[in-house]
Structure formats: structure tokens, C-alpha cells
């Protein structure tokens, strides 16, 4: 079974600045499969990037995604006031899905 | 543009078994090559893939939780479910319904807006 260790647990940082969130795996995984996520309290979480570096619809140029193997980054250029939540990597393979423990960018 | 909507109990007492739905509008779960999930997220802590079931009925589990879990599905309806026995404090969650995008590498593109369920005695 896959394990996705993210790190760190949480980043401080203020707006404007770059955020930059790891996302491991405990083995080599094929990087069609790694998708990235943002959770606000009390909201669903909403798809950010799938296929380790693709925008889902309407999501906004600040982010990005990259990697491949075992190492995968979300990196967000610069930090707006409603990017601070929680973000998780999940990875799917063979009919089984995977979650990192999550990532909070918080308010520094 | 696709909907889905949890409804379930609330409150289960421990050793209860949980019953879901997910009602699925604006789509189908018979759709050929999706597949329609449950997810929970205990307070205060991460996402926790349940397990999901494809169009053709198809169940897949998480290997922690497979001998506890049942997940079918309703056609007629366009909604499937979740059930859950023996039911404990850990298993107190927010639990959403989700649907993976078989065209954006099975990543969850809708989801619910999530149930609390509160098991406690």
C-alpha cells in the first residue's frame, strides 16, 4: 500500500509570498495518477491540479504542480488572502485511492 | 452540471450499523467508466478513502476498513450507498460522496457538502 507523507504540517507565510507544499511517496508512483486538493473549514475539498501538473477547470495560474517518482510539489506563486486552507496530495492506482495527511498555509 | 447529496442519519450508536446515501443529479452513476465514492474526515484530521464502486457495480474497499463496508448502487435512482458496520467512536466523521473523473487521473472532481455523523451512545 502507497503511503504520501506531506510536508510540512504547516507553512506560515503572508500574502504575496510563495508557497511551496511536498507531497512523498512511499515508492514510485506514475505521476499521471497524483492529484492535489484545497479544503476550507467547513467545505468539501476542491480539485486543484491532477496528473501531477494539470489545472482543473477554473482554477487560477498561481498554481502549479510538479514531480514525478516519489517526490511531488504543489507550489502556489504568490499567496492570495483565500488561498490559506489546507491542501492534500492523493494518489489512485488500480482502483484504489490514496491521501496525504495534509499541509495547512497559514495567515504568518 | 453534476450534484450529489449525502442524507443519513446523524447520530448511530456504537455497534450500529451506518446506512448512507449519495443521490446523484445532473448525471448517473450508470455512466460508462465512472466511479462514485464515499470519503470521510475525522475532526480536526485528514481524508480517509472509504471505497467506491463503478458503473458496472464494482466494489473496491480500503484494505483498513473492507471487512465493514458494503457500497452498492441504486440505477433507477441514480444514487448509491454506504454501509458501515460496527460502528465506534472512531468512526465519527464527516462523510462525503465524491465522484472520480476517470478523464483526470481518478482525482475527485465533485463532491457532496459532506454528513456529520456522531457515533455516540
Known amino acids: 500500500e502507497i503511503v504520501l507523507t506531506q510536508s510540512p504540517g504547516t507553512l506560515s507565510l503572508s500574502p504575496g509570498q510563495r508557497a511551496t507544499l511536498s507531497c512523498r511517496a512511499s515508492?514510485?508512483?506514475?505521476?499521471?495518477?497524483l492529484a492535489w486538493y484545497q479544503q476550507k473549514a467547513g467545505q468539501p475539498p476542491r480539485l486543484l491540479i491532477y496528473a501531477a501538473s494539470s489545472r482543473a477547470t477554473g482554477i487560477p495560474d498561481r498554481f502549479s504542480g510538479s514531480g514525478s517518482g516519489t517526490d511531488f510539489t504543489l507550489t502556489i506563486s504568490r499567496l492570495e488572502p483565500e488561498d490559506f486552507a489546507v491542501y492534500y496530495c492523493?494518489?489512485?492506482?488500480?482502483?484504489?485511492?490514496?491521501f496525504g495527511q495534509g499541509t495547512k498555509v497559514e495567515i504568518k | 452540471q453534476l450534484q450529489l447529496q449525502e442524507s443519513g442519519p446523524g447520530l448511530v450508536k456504537p455497534s450500529e450499523t451506518l446506512s448512507l446515501t449519495c443521490a446523484v443529479s445532473g448525471g448517473s452513476v450508470s455512466t460508462s467508466s465512472y466511479y462514485w465514492a464515499w470519503i470521510r474526515q475525522s475532526p480536526g484530521k485528514g481524508l480517509e478513502w472509504i471505497g467506491s464502486?463503478?458503473?458496472?457495480?464494482?466494489?473496491y474497499y480500503s484494505p483498513s476498513l473492507k471487512s465493514r463496508v458494503t457500497i452498492s448502487s441504486d440505477k433507477s435512482k441514480s444514487q448509491f450507498s454506504l454501509s458501515l458496520t460496527a460502528m465506534t467512536a472512531a468512526d465519527t466523521a464527516v462523510y462525503y460522496c465524491a465522484r472520480p473523473n476517470s478523464y483526470a487521473s481518478y482525482s475527485f472532481d465533485y463532491w457532496g457538502q459532506g454528513i456529520l455523523v456522531t457515533v455516540s451512545s
Open positions: 464502486i463503478y458503473y458496472t457495480e464494482t466494489t
Open positions: 515508492q514510485s508512483v506514475s505521476r499521471d495518477y
Open positions: 492523493q494518489h489512485y492506482v488500480t482502483s484504489l485511492w490514496t
